[in-house]
């Protein structure tokens, strides 16, 4: 399998973030990718009010993103807005092409480093893991990767590759943190993890609000055992990883079966 991750600045425009989305996707199918992960909002960035932007997963958008898989040949994942019921939005994840369509509700609400995403944004209810060419993916997104549990869950219910879109909220040691939180849920589930994050916007010259997550870059793309095989920095990029989610995870869950070893009989699985 090879998943590309499009690390991108995303705009306040959704029309220009979906122009700039089907330009990655056929970048990404011309170095032979198969999946290509985009960050949490890709459909506008964090800082602005999302009630306007959010649209419902039937809306313009997310058939925009729908338009761009078909023509691309693509498994393409990326974030969104969505309607929820109580008047706030669902920080969502399309899930689109090669015969796939479904979407995942960000389950954990970044309500730290004061920031309440839970204000504007309403909490998903389920795990959600998708087949795709033979093999399980799973889906989190973003602060879900300091959640070790729900990877566990996603491995448990068959996922070998979890993809994680981000935009990380930047500060002292996030940097650091982002890697030692990506790269133990590989370890934790010893699974495959493609980490796509919001780049840095002051790699291109943009000043964030001071306390959304508008992102740190850093991109990765780690092995069941916590190897970092592909990597980004700060700026926009596209990085494109070849990955094997059968041999390897075998192999891991064999040399490491933390999956088997754990003692649900006396501490909550």
Known sequence: MRIALSQLVSSTDPEHNLRVIAEQAERAAEEGAEVVVYPEAAMARFGIPLGPVAQPLDGPWANGVREVAERTGLLLVAGMFTPAPDGRVNNTVLITGRGVDTHYDKLHLFDAF????????????????????????????????RFPELFRQL?????????LPASWGAGPGKIEQWEVLVRARALDSTC????????????????????????????????????????LGAEPGLVTVEVDPEKTVDEARHAVPVLTNRRIDVLPG
């Open 155 to 163: 491995a448990e219910d068959g996922a070998r590759v979890v993809l």
């Open 114 to 145: 004061g920031f309440a995403e839970s204000d504007t944004v309403a909490p998903g209810h389920r795990a959600v893991t998708v087949p795709f060419d033979g093999t399980t993916i799973g889906v989190a997104t973003c602060y879900d990767v």
């Open 192 to 231: 495959w993890v493609a980490a796509c994050d919001q780049g840095d916007p002051h790699s291109v010259g943009v000043t964030p609000s001071a306390k959304a997550p508008t992102g740190v870059g850093h991109s990765m793309v780690v092995s069941p055992l916590g190897e970092v095989v592909g990597r």
